[in-house]
Nanobody, 125 residues
Framework: QVQFVESGGGSVQPGGSLRLSCAASGFTLDGITVGWFRQAPGKEREGVGCISGRGAGAKYAEFVRDRFRITRDNAKNTVYLQMNTLEPDDTAIYYC??????????????????WGQGVQVTVSS
């Protein structure tokens, strides 16, 4: 069964940091682009960033503003989202997923499948 499991969420104060993990099971992440997404209450799911499975690096949504970084460890079949300088607007449920078509390089959630259950991130003083 193809599955992602996110972990590492929690509550932090503004300016704090969190590192989310996205562990894959049932398939290998090697060669597959993986994306991070978030959904705040009352808002649509939006792309945070994605990391290429073919060595093309990563790209991020404009709101990230160099605060977040996505990395991957194919040996552990895991992708990470390091979030620094967190702001209250970053409060959301964060999800990871993989692209449905190997050649896609997009932050559009409709291009992804095998969504994890999500992990809550709350930024509040």
């Amino acid at each position: 069964q193809v599955q992602f499991v996110e972990s590492g969420g929690g509550s932090v104060q503004p300016g704090g940091s969190l590192r989310l993990s996205c562990a894959a099971s049932g398939f290998t992440l090697d060669g597959i682009t993986v994306g991070w997404f978030r959904q705040a209450p009352g808002k649509e799911r939006e792309g945070v960033g994605c990391i290429s499975g073919r060595g093309a690096g990563a790209k991020y949504a404009e709101f990230v503003r160099d605060r977040f970084r996505i990395t991957r460890d194919n040996a552990k079949n895991t992708v990470y989202l390091q979030m620094n300088t967190l702001e209250p607007d970053d409060t959301a449920i964060y999800y990871c997923a993989k692209v449905s078509r190997l050649w896609d390089w997009t932050l559009n959630p409709t291009a992804y499948d095998s969504w994890g259950q999500g992990v809550q991130v709350t930024v509040s003083s």
